[in-house]
């Protein structure tokens, strides 16, 4: 078990420039999630797979939010036109299917700071 | 409505003392889970202890215990003999069944507490 892997740890960008994250789930969990995580903040849900398909999304997701999971491996989410409100950590977390008492296992995010 | 509520923003405790971490939630849904994550400042999630609705038995996991009354939708998480390396933020989370959405069992989390652990 090598954990939950993403990358970049920090990003930093200008207003207006996309950026992509990438995050790499245990290898056996064929569930992902996508949380942000704001300054003071819980986490807070925004996207799910199971395995390669997108079957949830939150009304956070704006249309410039993009997420994929080609082939159910790693999972990539792209910000478009990328906003100063835009800046937070984002969380990546998988779980196996075990239902009710299956944990979520997290990365350890992404910081993104918008200028 | 608030589904978590975390009452505490900051607590702090003496090194080996016991603290209790408060956790309301509010849902309608019969069967539903209740999870607690430690956050330190590297930023990762750690799992620590769940509590099943259907749950006789209040949860235990080493120094962390989950004190669940259901009938006062509360879920406080008691650590004991707490440690330096306590110290960080703790966040509490429900997964429900009836209101997961596509079956996404997602967990919705607090706002946290920070604990710091006084040497």
């Known amino acids: 078990d090598t954990g939950v892997s993403q990358d970049p740890r920090h990003k930093i960008t200008k207003r207006g420039q996309n950026v992509t994250f990438r995050c790499d789930p245990i290898?056996?969990?064929?569930?992902l999630y996508w949380y942000r995580q704001t300054l003071g903040q819980g986490p807070e849900f925004l996207t799910y797979?199971?395995?390669?398909?997108?079957?949830?999304k939150s009304r956070l997701l704006s249309d410039r939010f993009s997420a994929e999971r080609p082939k159910g491996s790693f999972s990539t989410l792209e910000i478009q036109r990328t906003e100063q409100g835009d800046s937070a950590m984002y969380l990546c977390?998988?779980?196996?299917?075990?239902?009710?008492?299956?944990?979520?296992?997290f990365g350890n995010g992404t910081r993104l700071t918008v200028t | 409505a608030q589904k978590i509520t975390q009452t505490q923003p900051g607590m702090f405790v003496q090194e080996k003392e016991a603290v209790t971490l408060d956790c309301t939630y509010d849902t309608s849904d019969p069967s539903y889970g209740l999870f607690w994550y430690k956050q330190p400042s590297s930023g990762e999630m750690i799992f620590l202890i769940y509590?099943?609705?259907?749950?006789?038995q209040n949860a235990t996991e080493g120094r962390y215990s989950l004190n669940f009354q259901k009938a006062r939708k509360s879920a406080n998480l008691v650590i004991s003999a707490s440690q330096l390396g306590d110290s960080a933020m703790y966040f509490c989370a429900m997964r429900e069944v009836a209101y997961s959405g596509a079956g996404s069992y997602q967990l919705t989390f607090g706002k946290g507490t920070k604990l710091s652990v006084i040497p």
């Open positions: 290898s056996e969990h064929n569930r």
């Open positions: 977390a998988s779980s196996v299917d075990r239902g009710l008492n299956s944990p979520l296992h």
């Open positions: 509590q099943g609705s259907y749950d006789q």
């Open positions: 797979f199971q395995n390669e398909a997108q079957l949830e």
